[in-house]
Antibody, heavy 121, light 107 residues
Framework: QVQLQQSGPGLVKPSQTLSLTCAIS??????????WIWIRQSPSRGLEWLGR?????????DYALSVKSRMTINPDTSKNQVSLQLNSVTPDDTAVYYC???????????WGQGTTVTVSS | DIQMTQSPSSLSASVGDRVTITCRAS??????LNWYQQKPGKAPKLLIY???SLQSGVPSRFSGSGSGTDFTLTISSLQPEDFATYYC?????????FGGGTKVEIK
């Protein structure tokens, strides 16, 4: 069964870079038909889709406009994981961050455990 | 972006009640609508995908219907473990967007 294990710091200083990793077991990050997604949740924004990557003969990337200029999703086939980097963070980026997998055009059926990230000096 | 509007935002119900939650999309999303259940401190859990397909392992008291812009999640007989917050989400196009949630509380 597919499992996603998140790791990364829970506290980031303003203007610095937030880096999170999502390790995949039971599936391959480069498998056709899967997409790997980052989502965050906060009281002010609710559930917010941040972006995704997927492999269909080559890698594709989609990002939410709200973070597109600051965010990078990076698949690592050697470690079978996907990472998120969010630059120049502000307190508004404080949230619980989740990675998830999406099968085809349907829902997100497997989720990481979530990482609470606080942006504060 | 496609806006997803859920109603009600909260409801109180008793064990055994039939519960209906609605979700409206700001434009047609065909059948690309998914439902999730979230409990405090946990990640959302997929219940229904593509409007009416029951995710593996989810009890059959959960059902979904609708197409186009209007969708419904129904719990046929509410159980104690169903008290949670429910979200709809469209997967028609990016950015994928979520409704604001419906909190189901004990009456």
């Amino acid at each position: 069964q597919v499992q996603l294990q998140q790791s990364g710091p829970g506290l980031v200083k303003p203007s610095q870079t937030l880096s999170l990793t999502c390790a995949i077991s039971g599936d391959s990050v480069s498998r056709n038909g899967a997409a790997w997604i980052w989502i965050r949740q906060s009281p002010s924004r609710g559930l917010e889709w941040l972006g995704r990557t997927y492999y269909r003969s080559r890698w594709y990337y989609d990002y939410a406009l709200s973070v597109k200029s600051r965010m990078t999703i990076n698949p690592d086939t050697s470690k079978n994981q996907v990472s998120l980097q969010l630059n120049s963070v502000t307190p508004d980026d404080t949230a619980v961050y989740y990675c998830a997998s999406q099968k085809g055009g349907g829902g997100m059926d497997v989720w990481g455990q979530g990482t609470t990230v606080t942006v504060s000096s | 972006d496609i806006q997803m509007t859920q109603s009600p935002s909260s409801l109180s119900a008793s064990v055994g009640d039939r519960v209906t939650i609605t979700c409206r999309a700001s434009q047609s999303i065909s059948g690309y609508l998914n439902w999730y259940q979230q409990k405090p401190g946990k990640a959302p859990k997929l219940l229904i995908y593509t409007a009416s397909s029951l995710q593996s392992g989810v009890p059959s008291r959960f059902s979904g219907s609708g197409s186009g812009t209007d969708f419904t999640l129904t719990i046929s007989s509410l159980q104690p473990e169903d008290f949670a917050t429910y979200y709809c989400q469209q997967s028609y196009n990016t950015p994928l967007t979520f409704g604001g949630g419906t909190k189901v509380e004990i009456k």
